[in-house]
């Protein structure tokens, strides 16, 4: 079993679990996060978009002033089996690449074991 982990843009994440849905993979985790990459951000491009109709919340605006320099992303969190890794990545990719700086990341990490609360099934019965 792997854990895909993503890192997409904000406004990516319902096309994402649509497409993720249809492609079979219903169960994930989503989580709003902060973060930045390596390259550096350019600021007047962002202040467009908190005028605009992307960003509209102050407090996220206020997450991406000068002092703080972190953008809002969300992230996804996915279980697979081993021979679904492929599938989910390509899937991710397709939906979330603009062919822009902050498309994402994808984290591939391996599982040793899962087990369901309910039942007590282990591995992949569990996922």
């Given at each position: ?14 096309k994402t679990k649509e497409a993720l849905l249809l492609e079979g993979f219903s ?56 021979s679904e890794v492929k599938k989910v990545i390509e899937t991710l990719i397709s ?33």
């Amino acid at each position: 079993m792997k854990e895909v982990m993503a890192v997409i843009r904000m406004d990516m994440v319902n096309k994402t679990k649509e497409a993720l849905l249809l492609e079979g993979f219903s169960s994930m985790n989503c989580r709003k996060v902060l973060g930045r990459g390596k390259k550096k951000v350019d600021f007047s491009l962002i202040e467009g978009i908190i005028s605009g109709s992307e960003i509209t919340s102050p407090v996220i605006a206020e997450s991406l002033s000068e002092g703080h320099r972190l953008i809002p992303k969300r992230l996804i969190s996915l279980v697979v089996q081993d021979s679904e890794v492929k599938k989910v990545i390509e899937t991710l990719i397709s939906i979330n690449s603009k062919g822009k700086p902050g498309d994402g990341k994808i984290f591939i990490m391996p599982v040793t074991d899962a087990v369901r609360v309910r039942t007590g099934e282990s591995g992949e019965l569990a996922i």
